[in-house]
């Protein structure tokens, strides 16, 4: 059952007009979507609410110990003080888990994204961030069976972060995860899996490559919000 529930201002249509026409006059390149979401446990609210997923590693003579898979929630953080930027939203580990085989993991996305507001909007949760070029049979088998219950939008699918192809992605993640935390614009909750996993800092962990990736998307694109100009309100999908 859920625990999110999704807001939408009265006048939707009109504030998201406002946002845009006063976006155009102060030259600003995003606004603010007139919805978002609330945690109904805590009153939290989030501008979006966003899936990672980090793989098992795999079993090999050099590594003592093959790593488990890690998969996490994370909300951009909506201030309760609306002079903030919305660019600088802070980040909110909501809920992870770990496992060390694939239907396993992909048993706990499926588990998180219906925990946290999963089809209260399209999209929401259906793209998670990660490596979409391992374990592709697995997942397709997966994404057959809930497309054949529940159609097309069921399918979970794998989006890789941004400079994820990139040979010093792993580095590139870390300094964004750790600049962010500095920063306190990231904070772990009550979450204790990914801070013991970061306090042994071990290269290609599963944790850090989805924090850390998720991170860096987020510091290199406000995927939050809506450009202000060259944006088109589709009536069928509503707010």
């Not at 845009?20 to 007139?34: G, L, S």
């Not at 939203?89 to 809920?95: E, I, N, S, T």
Request: hydrophobic content about 40%; overall charge negative.
């Amino acid at each position: 059952m859920t625990k999110i529930r999704k807001v939408v201002h009265p006048q939707a249509w009109e504030l998201r007009q406002a946002r845009i026409d006063q976006a155009h006059i102060t030259n600003q390149a995003i606004v603010e979507k007139p919805f978002w979401y609330e945690n109904t446990e805590n009153g939290q609210c989030y501008y979006d609410l966003l899936g990672c997923i980090g793989w098992p590693t795999e079993v090999s003579v050099q590594a003592a110990k093959a790593m488990p898979g890690y998969a996490a929630v994370v909300g951009v953080v909506k201030p309760k003080d609306e002079a903030k930027m919305i660019q600088d939203a802070p980040f909110q580990l909501l809920a992870e888990g770990e496992s060390r085989d694939v239907p396993g993991l992909l048993k706990l996305i499926l588990s998180l994204r219906e925990e946290y507001g999963f089809g209260l909007h399209p999209g929401l949760l259906q793209g998670w961030w990660g490596d979409p070029d391992k374990f592709v049979t697995p997942l397709a088998l997966l994404n057959e069976r809930l497309i054949s219950k529940s159609g097309e939008n069921a399918a979970v699918l794998i989006i890789p972060p941004y400079d994820f192809y990139d040979p010093s992605a792993f580095e590139n993640y870390c300094q964004s995860f750790h600049g962010a935390f500095a920063q306190n614009r990231f904070f772990w909750g009550h979450n204790k899996i990914l801070r013991q996993h970061v306090r042994r800092f071990l290269r290609g962990n599963p944790a850090v490559m989805a924090i850390g990736g998720l991170v860096h998307t987020l510091l290199s694109h406000c995927t939050w919000a809506e450009p202000s100009r060259d944006a088109v309100f589709v009536i069928e999908e509503g707010f």
